[in-house]
């Protein structure tokens, strides 16, 4: 009936200076001040910003009015050291969020720097320097929160404003927030992985999954977000993927769910079919850890979805009754992910991810008459297939200069084609 194929690369890059803020890039920023016990600005003091999971490091120095940011970080726990003659040396861990800044002040104790005093953790807080409206889901919460068919655009509801997620066709999913253009459905809601898009071209809605095993953070702005977005007409969902680090760890899942084991879906039981078989399956596994340590780490994964149902299909009058029918509406699908990161240099660090996604189905088509209404014959076999790779490289070009460049590679190709007698045993206008 129709197929669609699509291919984008994208190219994204930017100088970063010191003290500028970017809402909805993958990364975060570590900025403050080097203070003495007084008050006093500390020019000069030597700032080592390193990741406590992969020890890559980054070397600063503070201005003349003691300031210092570090940007263009991959979000982590970080540990901020800072060093200045004539006092102690200072350890303060700090948390990175996607797309925010976290403020750290240090504020330094005269004595021999052989002495090192450590405080509490800084993590984001308000945030005074823009009036976007959104939040961010960490990784303890996409771990331990519950998510319907384990779709990681489910995350977006925990925001005040955004609303359940629908599927359509072609393997799209939209994500509504309120304030939305009438009938748009969260159709314009932009949807990016590490900075790459994966909307679909001139349809709109995410065109790709992606296990929520590699997904590191979830931010979603709903109002006044700044330019950085990209093109949308509605809320901007922005996640990043997780990352190997030194220590090699695991994850093996399986889930099941069948009718047996959930409430009815309705308040109303439907004669023809009063108790609906439905199954779901889902299993896979994840795998990270260090290649070379503090130089080179991966993570993989890959997830089997496989969800069973079915629907009645009720037609009306003595002469029709009897091609009222249960049909299956069978889901099939595979996520995998691999992704690489390195430490190039001291002032160089890159990552190259490859994921994909893919999965066949036959259900009715979007935008046809109920499915309790819609004869199987005229649904669809609906077969996607949606790959992504992204390549990152993060270059300190001076202290208080940071190069990022993105480049996204995008390719989607999906069909819609007639039901066969195997998809539809015995369905009347097969072929036809």
Same mark, same amino acid.
């Given at each position: 009936?129709?197929?669609?194929?699509?291919?984008?690369?994208?190219?994204?890059?930017?100088?970063?200076?010191?003290?500028?803020?970017?809402?909805?890039?993958?990364?975060?920023?570590?900025?403050?001040?080097?203070?003495?016990?007084?008050?006093?600005?500390?020019?000069?003091?030597?700032?080592?910003?390193?990741?406590?999971?992969?020890?890559?490091?980054?070397?600063?120095?503070?201005?003349?009015?003691?300031?210092?940011?570090?940007?263009?970080?991959?979000?982590?726990?970080?540990?901020?050291?800072?060093?200045?003659?004539?006092?102690?040396?200072?350890?303060?861990?700090?948390?990175?969020?996607?797309?925010?800044?976290?403020?750290?002040?240090?504020?330094?104790?005269?004595?021999?720097?052989?002495?090192?005093?450590?405080?509490?953790?800084?993590?984001?807080?308000?945030?005074?320097?823009?009036?976007?409206?959104?939040?961010?889901?960490?990784?303890?919460?996409?771990?331990?929160?519950?998510?319907?068919?384990?779709?990681?655009?489910?995350?977006?509801?925990?925001?005040?404003?955004?609303?359940?997620? $629908?599927? #359509?066709?072609?393997?799209?999913?939209? /994500?509504? @927030?309120?304030?939305?253009?009438?009938? &748009?459905?969260?159709? =314009? %809601?932009?949807?990016?992985?590490?900075?790459?898009?994966?909307?679909?071209?001139?349809?709109?809605?995410?065109?790709?999954?992606?296990?929520?095993?590699?997904?590191?953070?979830?931010?979603?702005?709903?109002?006044?977000?700044?330019? $950085?977005? #990209?093109?949308?007409?509605?809320?901007? /969902?922005? @996640?990043?993927?997780?990352?190997?680090? &030194?220590?090699?760890? =695991? %994850?093996?899942?399986?889930?099941?769910?069948?009718?047996?084991?959930?409430?009815?879906?309705?308040?109303?039981?439907?004669?023809?079919?009063?108790?609906?078989?439905?199954?779901?399956?889902?299993?896979?596994?994840?795998?990270?850890?260090?290649?070379?340590?503090?130089?080179?780490?991966?993570?993989?994964?890959?997830?089997?979805?496989?969800?069973?149902?079915?629907?009645? %299909?009720?037609?009306?009058?003595?002469?029709?009754?009897?091609?009222?029918?249960?049909?299956?509406?069978?889901?099939?699908?595979?996520?995998?992910?691999?992704?690489?990161?390195?430490?190039?240099?001291?002032?160089?660090?890159?990552?190259?991810?490859?994921?994909?996604?893919?999965?066949?189905?036959?259900?009715?088509?979007?935008?046809?008459?109920?499915?309790?209404?819609?004869?199987?014959?005229?649904?669809?076999?609906?077969?996607?297939?949606?790959?992504?790779?992204?390549?990152?490289?993060?270059?300190?070009?001076?202290?208080?200069?940071?190069?990022?460049?993105?480049?996204?590679?995008?390719?989607?190709?999906?069909?819609?084609?007639?039901?066969?007698?195997?998809?539809?045993?015995?369905?009347?206008?097969?072929?036809?």
């Amino acid at each position: 009936m129709s197929r669609n194929a699509a291919m984008v690369a994208v190219f994204a890059w930017g100088l970063i200076t010191l003290g500028s803020v970017h809402a909805q890039a993958p990364t975060g920023t570590i900025a403050g001040r080097v203070l003495d016990p007084s008050g006093a600005a500390i020019p000069g003091a030597r700032i080592l910003v390193t990741n406590k999971q992969t020890g890559a490091q980054r070397v600063l120095l503070a201005t003349n009015e003691g300031d210092y940011s570090a940007p263009a970080l991959l979000v982590g726990v970080y540990e901020v050291t800072v060093e200045a003659p004539g006092f102690q040396r200072l350890a303060r861990e700090a948390i990175i969020e996607t797309g925010s800044t976290t403020t750290v002040n240090l504020t330094m104790q005269l004595g021999a720097t052989t002495y090192t005093v450590s405080v509490d953790a800084a993590s984001p807080q308000i945030r005074y320097d823009t009036h976007e409206v959104g939040g961010v889901v960490t990784r303890p919460q996409i771990e331990g929160l519950p998510l319907n068919g384990r779709s990681f655009l489910e995350l977006a509801k925990l925001e005040p404003g955004a609303q359940p997620p $629908t599927r #359509g066709s072609n393997n799209r999913t939209f /994500v509504p @927030v309120l304030g939305q253009t009438v009938g &748009n459905s969260g159709r =314009g %809601t932009r949807v990016s992985i590490d900075g790459g898009s994966i909307m679909a071209i001139g349809q709109g809605g995410s065109a790709m999954g992606f296990s929520q095993e590699v997904v590191q953070e979830f931010q979603i702005s709903t109002v006044n977000f700044d330019l $950085t977005t #990209g093109l949308t007409d509605g809320a901007s /969902v922005n @996640v990043v993927t997780r990352s190997g680090s &030194n220590v090699l760890h =695991g %994850t093996a899942f399986y889930f099941f769910r069948d009718h047996n084991l959930a409430a009815y879906p309705a308040l109303k039981r439907d004669p023809a079919n009063p108790t609906p078989f439905f199954q779901r399956r889902q299993f896979g596994f994840a795998l990270g850890g260090p290649v070379r340590r503090d130089r080179l780490f991966f993570l993989g994964n890959w997830e089997r979805n496989e969800q069973r149902g079915v629907v009645a %299909t009720t037609l009306f009058g003595q002469d029709f009754a009897h091609f009222s029918r249960i049909t299956a509406s069978p889901l099939f699908g595979d996520q995998l992910s691999v992704r690489v990161d390195g430490q190039i240099s001291n002032t160089h660090t890159a990552f190259v991810r490859y994921s994909h996604d893919g999965s066949r189905a036959f259900a009715p088509t979007t935008g046809t008459l109920h499915p309790k209404f819609s004869y199987p014959s005229n649904w669809t076999r609906q077969q996607a297939w949606a790959d992504q790779t992204m390549l990152g490289i993060t270059s300190v070009l001076r202290p208080t200069l940071v190069n990022d460049l993105r480049f996204s590679y995008f390719f989607i190709s999906s069909s819609e084609t007639s039901p066969t007698d195997q998809d539809c045993p015995g369905c009347l206008g097969i072929g036809a």
